[in-house]
């Protein structure tokens, strides 16, 4: 008896939901539509499907404004003389994926230096 109850009220539950959502679906999008929506609404930054190198995916002023990239100060960081000193200037010291980038960086040219921070 019991769950002949329940299918009956679950049976009443779903009719309520489909009226629901029948004025809600008078109004459907297309599946372009959707993908083009969720683009322009991603919280990751644009990407570029056609890269052939890992670095170019997401190219650096689509993460950081080109203004705000020339803005920032890396003077100090690149005449600490050591990890430990270059660790101590930065915001967040708790990424092992920093330090790992941190360690790297004397192995890097100068002028990849920064783009790879």
Same mark, same amino acid.
């Given at each position: 008896?019991?769950?002949?109850?329940?299918? @009956?009220?679950?049976?009443?539950?779903? *009719?309520?939901?489909? +009226? /629901?959502?029948?004025?809600?679906?008078?109004?459907?999008?297309?599946?372009? &539509?959707? *993908?083009?929506?969720?683009? =322009?609404?991603?919280?990751?930054?644009? +990407? =570029? /499907?056609?890269?052939? !190198?890992?670095? !170019?995916?997401?190219?650096? $002023?689509?993460?950081? %404004?080109?203004?705000?990239?020339?803005?920032?100060?890396?003077?100090? +960081? &690149? #005449?600490? =003389? #050591?990890?430990?000193?270059?660790?101590?200037?930065?915001?967040? @010291?708790?990424? !092992?994926?920093? +330090? *790992? $980038?941190?360690?790297?960086?004397?192995?890097? %040219?100068?002028?990849?230096?920064?783009?790879?921070?």
């Amino acid at each position: 008896m019991l769950w002949r109850a329940s299918s @009956r009220v679950l049976r009443g539950f779903s *009719q309520t939901v489909r +009226f /629901a959502l029948s004025p809600a679906t008078l109004y459907s999008i297309g599946a372009e &539509e959707l *993908q083009e929506t969720a683009d =322009d609404n991603r919280l990751v930054p644009e +990407f =570029d /499907a056609s890269a052939t !190198d890992s670095g !170019d995916i997401y190219p650096l $002023h689509n993460i950081i %404004p080109e203004a705000e990239w020339k803005a920032l100060s890396t003077s100090a +960081f &690149e #005449s600490a =003389d #050591s990890e430990k000193d270059k660790i101590a200037l930065l915001a967040y @010291r708790r990424s !092992d994926w920093i +330090f *790992q $980038h941190v360690k790297n960086l004397p192995s890097l %040219p100068i002028k990849t230096k920064r783009r790879n921070m």
